[in-house]
């Protein structure tokens, strides 16, 4: 199998969340580490993929609200200074796949499955390969100790359970 180098100027990992019951709230980890072994990526099924965020980086376009999710309110940075997910299994679905893997955040551990969509590949301006993905998945975050939220006046609450995380990758392999 070979490793393959994730182009972090060209991929991010990033997440949407209801805010108010009315708009969507974008972030990303602007952080993160990622090891991707395959023996050819445009087949996934063999490959071996896994991800560290580093939950310190959150940003969500507001100092307040970012130092907020690192506080034991949320994230709790100080004791769980990383979010992880490990690939567990890869499948052919079509012209896309899906990859399930272990996504841990504050100590819980649970499986999450990311449908992934190849995008192609080319050849940068220096002859290097580099293959394009799509990633995205749906978690519940109170399943992972993300409780905290507040009631609204008119109803609802402040911040949805719902948490759409997208992954966007450009991998070349690794020297």
């Known amino acids: 199998m070979a490793k393959w180098t994730v182009d972090q100027s060209h991929s991010s990992v990033g997440f949407e969340v209801k805010h108010m019951m009315v708009s969507k709230v974008k972030g990303q980890f602007e952080s993160y580490t990622a090891e991707v072994e395959a023996t050819d990526l445009t087949d996934l099924t063999s490959a071996s993929i896994s991800f560290t965020m580093d939950v310190a980086s959150i940003n969500t376009r507001s100092e307040d609200r970012d130092n907020h999710l690192r506080s034991a309110d949320f994230f709790d940075v100080e004791n769980n200074p990383t979010i992880t997910f490990t690939s567990t299994s890869i499948t052919?679905?079509?012209?896309?796949y899906s990859v399930t893997g272990?996504?841990?955040i504050k100590e819980v551990t649970k499986p999450v499955t990311f449908t992934v969509e190849y995008n192609g590949k080319g050849t940068n301006p220096w002859g290097v390969e580099v293959y394009g993905f799509e990633a995205e998945a749906k978690i519940n975050r109170e399943e992972f100790g993300l409780t905290w939220n507040a009631a609204l006046e008119t109803g609802g609450v402040l911040v949805g359970k719902d948490i759409k995380i997208k992954v966007e990758?450009?991998?070349?392999?690794a020297a």
């Open 92 to 96: 052919k679905d079509g012209d896309d």
């Open 102 to 104: 272990d996504l841990t």
């Open 169 to 173: 990758l450009e991998v070349n392999r």
